[in-house]
């Protein structure tokens, strides 16, 4: 039986890949600390091969038996949270890194790195390929994001080749679906919970900024196919179907039945004007496409936005 953990495994994604590597019979280990994960999350479990434990990774990490897959999602992933949680966002991406990647040495095993399309910043290159090296203000609000996960890659390249580490690392782009924090601050999940409650869809600037929505099974099923493969470099994940959040604002009122209006507001410092994945790597490496259609995605999480509000 393969053994894995799973860092931020109470998190919106951490949580479904418990489920997922259950699923494939795997003995799953979840750490989180609960800062911004939650334990209801994973609290459906009930099988002796899943075990929950309670601890921050920015300290010392210490597991008894084998490992053969470490999984590091544990961070802050919002603009909400980088405002309010900066240091812990950045010592999560360097110090909980550097800790993750300690044990899978010692464990011999493989880690993931959950990095981010925000290593690519504002950017200036579109769609983003892998071997762009983006566009990042290092000392704006969101900065604190962007360099931690920047940082992460490093030192994850760096264990590889200085350790010969067999490392993985994901850049994610905009992911959606069931679980996520209704409070989140993220377009979708903003979105939602403003129309279900009948309140204005808070649009920033003119909403002619643009996002690619991957709904969360097509991802795990592409971090699976990553985890499997035997490629070290950074593979962008993510739906390279490009949509306006003003599009998205206003299919979010239809799919919800919602008599909500769009209000403007000014645009936050730094916010991305553009971002969609080149997934051609991910195509040639994995054979890997998403499936799921944003209306039947949307769909789907309205249902679980309706039952959490």
């Known amino acids: 039986m393969k053994r894995t953990l799973i860092t931020g495994g109470a998190g919106f994604l951490g949580s479904h890949l418990c489920d997922f590597f259950l699923d494939k019979g795997h003995e799953v280990i979840c750490m989180d600390n609960l800062l911004t994960g939650d334990?209801?999350?994973?609290?459906?479990?009930?099988?002796?091969?899943?075990h929950f434990i309670e601890h921050n990774v920015t300290e010392f990490i210490h597991l008894k038996g084998t490992l053969d897959y470490v999984l590091h999602f544990a961070s802050p992933a919002s603009p909400l949270d980088y405002l309010e949680l900066p240091i812990q966002t950045l010592k999560v991406g360097a110090l909980g890194t550097h800790n993750a990647l300690g044990l899978a040495k010692e464990k011999k095993a493989v880690l993931l790195l959950a990095s981010t399309s925000e290593v690519y910043g504002d950017p200036?290159?579109?769609?983003?390929k892998e071997d762009y090296w983006g566009n990042v203000n290092p000392i704006g609000p969101r900065g604190v994001y962007d360099e931690a996960k920047r940082f992460a890659e490093a030192i994850t390249m760096a264990y590889h080749y200085y350790h010969k580490?067999?490392?993985?690392?994901?850049?994610i782009f905009n992911t959606y679906g069931p679980r996520m924090r209704v409070h989140d601050?993220?377009?979708?999940?903003?979105?939602?919970?403003?129309?279900?409650?009948?309140?204005?869809l808070s649009v920033f600037g003119d909403g002619s900024q643009?996002?690619?929505?991957?709904?969360?099974?097509?991802?795990?099923?592409?971090i699976y196919g990553l985890l499997i493969s035997n490629e070290n470099q950074p593979v962008n994940l993510g739906n390279p179907n490009e949509i306006t959040v003003l599009t998205i604002a206003k299919k979010i009122i239809e799919i919800s039945k919602s008599q909500s209006k769009i209000a403007?507001?000014?645009?936050?410092?730094?916010?991305?004007?553009?971002?969609?994945?080149?997934?051609?790597?991910?195509?040639e490496i994995?054979?890997?496409?998403?499936?799921?259609?944003?209306?039947?995605?949307?769909?789907?999480?309205?249902?679980?936005?309706?039952?959490?509000?």
């Open 39 to 50: 334990i209801k999350n994973i609290e459906h479990i009930e099988t002796s091969k899943f």
């Open 124 to 128: 200036l290159v579109h769609p983003q």
């Open 165 to 171: 580490l067999e490392t993985r690392i994901v850049r």
């Open 185 to 200: 601050g993220r377009a979708i999940p903003a979105f939602f919970s403003q129309s279900i409650k009948g309140e204005d």
């Open 210 to 222: 643009t996002r690619s929505f991957c709904y969360y099974s097509d991802l795990i099923e592409g």
């Open 264 to 283: 403007f507001g000014p645009l936050p410092e730094d916010d991305p004007k553009v971002r969609q994945p080149d997934i051609t790597k991910a195509k």
């Open 286 to 309: 994995m054979n890997w496409t998403p499936k799921v259609d944003l209306d039947e995605g949307l769909k789907n999480t309205l249902q679980y936005f309706k039952s959490s509000l």
